[in-house]
């Protein structure tokens, strides 16, 4: 039996579907994830730089470690996980993907319809003026790096304890509240509001599946939990939708 029948799916073009990432879907493309093995602490480098970073979040020591993690991601591409949503993206009318992730990996790899629930680490944001500002170019000419208002940027990233866009939040939760299938891949799914999403969906009736290779506060509620590697295991599990939906 394939995995739309074991969802009990009937896969079409208007079947709505929601992604929600995490770090993990990133790992395999060389970006460390933040809780686990492989995570970004256990870069002496990282942990260094991070720990002087911190609020107005716009000094140079901020942009100290941002540009750190700017450089290395810059070496780094998207992998098969990340096509693969790309793909279910121009097949499904009704497709959206929430990430927590700010590598801008899945805007490389050709995903649009994105929210970037945490921002992304490529845009500077003015505390003063509010102009969001695109930084593509890594290394940047000065630290920090002034907005045209003349103050400096801090990266358009949400840390901790600060608020999500409330736009974009509104967005995600609709769609969650909408989804029939809903894919949560690479996310220890401990941080709030996005471990919510899913929830959400299953609530509404969606079916969930799960891809990681550790379980998580999440696995208990899904329709299917699949312990695997999100560059091996997505594009498997979009190739079975496809040709269940092309019958
Ligand atoms: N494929 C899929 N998942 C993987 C893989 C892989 N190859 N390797 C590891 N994982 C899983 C881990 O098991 C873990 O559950 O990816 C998850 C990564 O979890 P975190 O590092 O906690 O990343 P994430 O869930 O995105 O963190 C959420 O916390 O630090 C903040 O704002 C930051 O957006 C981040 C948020």
Redesign the pocket.
């Given at each position: 039996m394939g995995i739309a029948e074991e969802l009990g799916l009937r896969v079409s073009p208007g079947l709505r579907v929601v992604a929600l990432?995490?770090?993990?879907?990133s790992?395999?493309s060389g970006v460390p994830?933040?809780?686990?093995?492989?995570?970004m602490w256990e870069i002496p480098e990282a942990r260094r730089l991070a720990e002087r970073a911190g609020p107005p979040w716009n000094t140079r020591e901020t942009w100290e470690y941002y540009e750190w993690r700017r450089g290395l991601v810059s070496r780094c591409k998207p992998n098969r996980?990340h096509y693969a949503l790309a793909e279910m993206e121009r097949y499904f009318e009704d497709f959206l993907l929430i990430t927590?992730?700010?590598d801008g990996l899945h805007a490389k790899a050709g995903s649009r319809r994105l929210l970037e629930?945490?921002g992304s680490m490529w845009r500077g944001r003015c505390i003063e003026c509010g102009r969001v500002i695109d930084l593509p170019e890594t290394p940047l000419k000065a630290l920090p790096p002034l907005c045209p208002c003349g103050r400096p940027l801090r990266p358009d990233?949400?840390q901790?304890g600060e608020p999500i866009d409330p736009v974009v939040l509104d967005a995600a939760f609709k769609a969650s509240k909408k989804a029939e299938l809903f894919l949560v891949?690479?996310?220890?799914?401990?941080?709030h509001p996005?471990a919510q999403m899913p929830l959400i969906a299953i609530e509404g009736g969606a079916r969930a599946v799960e891809?990681?290779?550790?379980a998580?506060p999440l696995t208990p509620f899904m329709s299917l939990s699949i312990r695997?590697?999100?560059?091996?295991?997505l594009p498997r599990l979009w190739e079975e939708l496809l040709s269940s939906a092309l019958g």
């Amino acid at each position: 039996m394939g995995i739309a029948e074991e969802l009990g799916l009937r896969v079409s073009p208007g079947l709505r579907v929601v992604a929600l990432t995490g770090a993990g879907i990133s790992l395999e493309s060389g970006v460390p994830i933040f809780r686990g093995k492989g995570s970004m602490w256990e870069i002496p480098e990282a942990r260094r730089l991070a720990e002087r970073a911190g609020p107005p979040w716009n000094t140079r020591e901020t942009w100290e470690y941002y540009e750190w993690r700017r450089g290395l991601v810059s070496r780094c591409k998207p992998n098969r996980a990340h096509y693969a949503l790309a793909e279910m993206e121009r097949y499904f009318e009704d497709f959206l993907l929430i990430t927590q992730n700010v590598d801008g990996l899945h805007a490389k790899a050709g995903s649009r319809r994105l929210l970037e629930l945490h921002g992304s680490m490529w845009r500077g944001r003015c505390i003063e003026c509010g102009r969001v500002i695109d930084l593509p170019e890594t290394p940047l000419k000065a630290l920090p790096p002034l907005c045209p208002c003349g103050r400096p940027l801090r990266p358009d990233v949400v840390q901790f304890g600060e608020p999500i866009d409330p736009v974009v939040l509104d967005a995600a939760f609709k769609a969650s509240k909408k989804a029939e299938l809903f894919l949560v891949i690479g996310t220890s799914a401990v941080v709030h509001p996005a471990a919510q999403m899913p929830l959400i969906a299953i609530e509404g009736g969606a079916r969930a599946v799960e891809i990681n290779p550790n379980a998580t506060p999440l696995t208990p509620f899904m329709s299917l939990s699949i312990r695997g590697r999100a560059a091996e295991v997505l594009p498997r599990l979009w190739e079975e939708l496809l040709s269940s939906a092309l019958g």
